[in-house]
């Protein structure tokens, strides 16, 4: 992956996001501006009918307190208007709020979808209208009839308005049927019976009808926006059940083209390494004229030219072998004893002669009796070769690499190559990181690879419980960071106890204890590996 691929497939991920955000508010601003237009009060006809609900289960919940009220008004006005006008009174407005009650239980036993709210909101209204016209006639009586009849009836009128600004809140046009005609009729009465106190009474019963109104209103946008938080919340479930069904679509299709993608692998290795080694076996025959000179000097560098790609071709299969078998999770570990400096110095001989042809400098910085590891030996000396390659590969003529081996701050030890070479952009390190990820100088570099070398050496590492770092600073160099952790070190191994009898026990002389072997040592590391 070029540097230009990378930042391509950066830049494109932010877009489909935006896409994506910019298609749901679209699809949110289409679906409320045609719920608006077939709602006939501005909002969506879910919310209007929920909000009815509302209203008749707050109904039918407040039918109780407003029994009472009128049980006691009743009981209270007939000290002045007589037993049986209150009687009257008392059971029309009982009337009134029965067939309330029973609209409400009408309303709430229909079926969501075939209700006909336009119907039923004014058959609301219409109700408590009536309701409201049903107080005014208990609230009408002489002022003069009774002393504090005009303090008790701006009580009434306060208690009535208050307890349908509660139950009604949810449908406010039912609110100032219900409480303007009480309000009304108070005001008015007060003010024809005269007087500074009749009249500041009766500003007070308008002040008072507007408060509560205010308040109903402002409980109506409470419920309505409680709706709209409810529904999108609703929404935004929606769309995680479908991202997740589209992810897990997805990650069914990317574990189905993982497993075609192994098996094409483990298919085409034999395929390719077949023709491959005729290929390598006969151009090194024709390089090294084992049956005589070519009668054309050429052919022998076209001999050579096919071996040398023969055998980068070949190294490359192996490098996206050994990647696709460790993304698979099949990358097993064959643990052993391993000397990581004995490992290092091996990898320096081997590389040593390429360097010194490129005029570069190899220094070796090993601690003295460092201890062996439990480790993969081809695994690492795989690591050490692949950092030492790129070492040399970016390193220009004449420049130095530092080939160091020694211990970690916790007890484990560390493999560390640094050179002198270009280095790496601080945003280039991820992409160099990912597989077939390469930087600009590897693009500009002569001897371009697959871009596996580092990805490879991370995974490898990471099998091994280790950490990988990547320092690096332009025009001064690039150091790569490998360690190992202290587990894996032989001097971490607690020694086995030895069981000590005691007294009450007798040791037959009969029993010997052998010399722990290398199986047995191998289960120690492996239970010190999981304790880990």
Same mark, same amino acid.
């Given at each position: 992956?070029?540097?230009?691929?990378?930042?391509?497939?950066? !830049?494109?991920?932010?877009?489909?996001?935006?896409?994506?955000?910019?298609?749901?508010?679209?699809?949110?601003?289409?679906?409320?501006?045609?719920?608006?237009? $077939?709602?006939?009060?501005?909002?969506?006809?879910?919310?209007?009918?929920?909000?009815?609900?509302?209203?008749?289960?707050?109904?039918?919940?407040? !039918?109780?307190?407003?029994?009472?009220?009128?049980?006691?008004?009743?009981?209270?006005?007939?000290?002045?208007? /007589?037993?049986?006008?209150?009687?009257?009174?008392?059971?029309?407005?009982?009337?009134?709020?029965?067939?309330?009650?029973?609209?409400?239980?009408?309303?709430?036993?229909?079926?969501?979808?075939?209700?006909?709210?336009?119907?039923?909101?004014?058959?609301?209204?219409?109700?408590?209208?009536?309701?409201?016209?049903?107080?005014?006639?208990?609230?009408?009586?002489?002022?003069?009839?009774?002393?504090?009849?005009? $303090?008790?009836?701006?009580?009434?009128?306060?208690?009535?308005?208050?307890?349908?600004?509660?139950?009604?809140?949810?449908?406010?046009?039912?609110?100032?049927?219900?409480?303007?005609?009480?309000?009304?009729?108070?005001?008015?009465?007060?003010?024809?019976? %005269?007087?500074?106190?009749?009249?500041?009474?009766?500003?007070?019963?308008?002040?008072?009808?507007?408060?509560?109104?205010?308040?109903?209103?402002?409980?109506?946008?409470?419920?309505?926006?409680?709706?709209?938080?409810?529904?999108?919340?609703?929404?935004?479930?929606?769309?995680?059940?479908?991202?997740?069904?589209?992810?897990?679509?997805?990650?069914?299709?990317?574990? &189905?083209?993982?497993?075609?993608?192994?098996?094409?692998?483990?298919?085409?290795?034999?395929?390719?390494?077949?023709?491959?080694?005729?290929?390598?076996?006969?151009?090194?025959?024709?390089?090294?004229?084992?049956? /005589?000179?070519?009668?054309?000097?050429?052919?022998?560098?076209?001999?050579?030219?096919?071996?040398?790609?023969?055998?980068?071709?070949? %190294?490359?299969?192996?490098?996206?072998?050994?990647?696709?078998?460790?993304?698979?999770?099949?990358?097993?570990?064959?643990?052993?004893?391993?000397?990581?400096?004995?490992?290092?110095?091996?990898?320096?001989?081997?590389?040593?002669?390429?360097?010194?042809?490129?005029?570069?400098?190899?220094?070796?910085?090993?601690?003295?009796?460092?201890?062996?590891?439990? &480790?993969?030996?081809?695994?690492?000396?795989?690591?050490?070769?692949?950092?030492?390659?790129?070492?040399?590969?970016?390193?220009?003529? %004449?420049?130095?690499?530092?080939?160091?081996?020694?211990? $970690?701050?916790?007890?484990?030890?560390?493999?560390?190559?640094?050179?002198?070479?270009?280095?790496?952009?601080?945003?280039?390190?991820?992409?160099?990181?990912?597989?077939?990820?390469?930087?600009?100088?590897?693009?500009?570099?002569?001897?371009?690879?697959?871009?596996?070398?580092?990805?490879?050496?991370?995974?490898?590492?990471?099998?091994? %419980?280790?950490?990988?770092?990547?320092?690096?600073?332009?025009?001064?160099?690039?150091?790569?960071?490998?360690?190992?952790?202290?587990?894996?070190?032989?001097?971490?191994?607690?020694?086995?106890?030895?069981?000590?009898?005691?007294? &009450?026990?007798?040791?037959?002389?009969?029993?010997?204890?052998?010399?722990? $072997?290398?199986?047995?040592?191998?289960?120690?590391?492996?239970?010190?590996?999981?304790?880990?």
């Amino acid at each position: 992956m070029t540097r230009a691929s990378a930042e391509l497939k950066k !830049s494109v991920a932010p877009a489909d996001r935006s896409q994506a955000d910019r298609r749901r508010l679209a699809a949110q601003r289409v679906r409320e501006a045609r719920d608006r237009l $077939t709602s006939t009060t501005g909002t969506r006809p879910a919310f209007d009918a929920e909000l009815l609900r509302q209203y008749a289960q707050n109904r039918l919940s407040g !039918s109780l307190v407003i029994l009472m009220l009128v049980a006691s008004i009743g009981s209270l006005s007939s000290l002045w208007s /007589g037993l049986i006008e209150a009687g009257i009174w008392v059971g029309a407005v009982l009337v009134v709020h029965t067939v309330i009650v029973i609209a409400c239980r009408k309303f709430l036993a229909e079926p969501p979808h075939s209700v006909d709210l336009q119907k039923w909101r004014l058959r609301f209204v219409f109700l408590d209208l009536l309701f409201g016209l049903a107080w005014i006639f208990q609230l009408v009586q002489p002022v003069d009839s009774y002393e504090g009849a005009a $303090t008790f009836n701006l009580f009434v009128m306060l208690l009535v308005v208050a307890v349908a600004s509660m139950v009604a809140s949810s449908l406010p046009m039912a609110v100032l049927a219900a409480t303007t005609p009480v309000t009304i009729a108070v005001a008015l009465k007060l003010v024809l019976a %005269g007087g500074v106190q009749h009249w500041i009474l009766a500003g007070m019963a308008i002040a008072t009808q507007c408060y509560f109104v205010l308040l109903s209103y402002r409980m109506y946008t409470s419920n309505l926006a409680t709706l709209e938080a409810r529904a999108e919340k609703d929404a935004l479930f929606g769309e995680l059940e479908q991202a997740k069904a589209k992810s897990d679509e997805a990650r069914r299709r990317a574990e &189905a083209a993982n497993i075609a993608k192994s098996r094409f692998l483990a298919q085409m290795s034999h395929e390719l390494r077949t023709p491959l080694n005729a290929i390598l076996g006969f151009s090194e025959v024709m390089k090294n004229e084992i049956f /005589g000179p070519h009668s054309v000097p050429t052919y022998k560098d076209y001999s050579n030219d096919i071996h040398n790609s023969g055998v980068h071709l070949l %190294g490359l299969i192996n490098e996206i072998l050994d990647l696709s078998r460790i993304e698979a999770g099949r990358y097993e570990l064959n643990e052993e004893v391993v000397g990581l400096a004995q490992t290092a110095e091996e990898c320096h001989h081997l590389l040593k002669l390429r360097a010194s042809n490129r005029g570069i400098t190899i220094h070796e910085c090993f601690e003295p009796d460092m201890p062996k590891l439990w &480790a993969d030996e081809r695994a690492v000396r795989q690591v050490c070769l692949n950092l030492l390659s790129n070492a040399i590969k970016f390193t220009p003529q %004449g420049g130095e690499i530092w080939l160091k081996v020694g211990w $970690t701050s916790s007890g484990g030890q560390y493999l560390s190559v640094r050179d002198t070479g270009p280095g790496i952009p601080d945003e280039e390190i991820p992409v160099v990181l990912d597989s077939f990820g390469q930087g600009t100088n590897a693009i500009k570099s002569a001897e371009q690879g697959a871009g596996l070398g580092l990805p490879i050496v991370k995974s490898i590492i990471d099998l091994h %419980g280790g950490s990988f770092t990547l320092k690096s600073k332009l025009r001064e160099g690039t150091e790569v960071i490998v360690t190992f952790p202290p587990e894996r070190v032989m001097s971490a191994l607690e020694p086995i106890p030895e069981t000590i009898p005691t007294q &009450a026990e007798e040791t037959p002389p009969s029993v010997s204890y052998p010399e722990p $072997t290398e199986p047995s040592l191998r289960e120690r590391l492996r239970r010190l590996k999981k304790r880990a």
